[in-house]
């Protein structure tokens, strides 16, 4: 036998087993995966989905902390939402029917995370994404008056920009803006609502704003609409 010949054979197949213990082919497929989970509102939106019944990944920045999800039976999925390969991967390892967009990023970049999310997004098949923005996006600056968005138009306008990215795909969206989330994550009022009614303004808490988004996970009422949220309730106590 030529042992030159068996030697090389036997390195191949060391090497074919080696490859497949360092690279895994992973799949989760869980029922919804939700950027920003780690942050305060989509903390509570990831426990309102586990409350409901839905299998939940968490996509998170490596190195973030989990701490509001201490306890929650969750899969973690680390990876950069400014990097589209990163993104992508996290689609293909979680395969969910829905998305949940709650991410909060600071720098102007809306547009160029929600086109990744969008790309992947329709490479599983995703059913239906919710997007978290804000009242004043884009256009909607321009229906309140009263409201002096100078400060923060550069990022309003981006984040209109996002919405468009999404309304423009093929995939089913909703889109939820709020106008002021109050500070206490931990205050419900249980009288929030959404409305259709884009000139509509007024404060809400994560609580509760992470209920109303339970609303929108099945059925045609939130489908491809654009809403806002926002509590009566809490708008009668600080007029």
Not at 11 to 19: N, Y
Not at 93 to 113: F, G, K, M, T, W
Not at 130 to 136: A, E, K, Q, Y
């Amino acid at each position: 036998m030529n042992i030159n010949r068996l030697f090389r054979a036997w390195c191949t197949s060391l090497l074919t087993m080696l490859v497949v213990v360092v690279v895994p082919s992973v799949t989760y497929a869980e029922d919804a995966l939700v950027f920003g989970g780690t942050g305060r509102l989509g903390s509570e939106t990831v426990r309102q989905l586990l409350t409901s019944g839905y299998s939940v990944a968490v996509f998170a920045r490596p190195g973030a902390s989990h701490g509001r999800l201490d306890a929650l039976d969750v899969t973690y999925v680390a990876g950069d939402l400014l990097d589209p390969d990163q993104v992508a991967a996290a689609f293909a390892a979680v395969r969910p029917q829905i998305v949940i967009d709650a991410s909060a990023l600071y720098s102007n970049q809306h547009e160029i995370e929600v086109r990744h999310i969008v790309a992947g997004a329709r490479r599983v098949g995703v059913k239906r994404i919710i997007h978290h923005g804000s009242v004043g996006a884009g256009d909607n600056m321009v229906l309140f008056p009263q409201v002096d968005f100078t400060r923060l138009e550069e990022s309003l306008r981006d984040k209109g920009r996002a919405e468009q990215v999404l309304m423009d795909s093929d995939i089913p969206y909703v889109i939820i803006r709020n106008g002021s989330l109050e500070n206490n994550d931990s205050k419900s009022s249980g009288s929030a609502r959404l409305t259709e009614n884009v000139t509509a303004l007024g404060p809400i808490t994560r609580r509760d704003l992470a209920a109303v988004t339970m609303q929108c996970l099945q059925g045609p009422l939130c489908l491809n609409n654009t809403l806002h949220a926002l509590d009566d309730q809490l708008a009668s106590k600080t007029e």
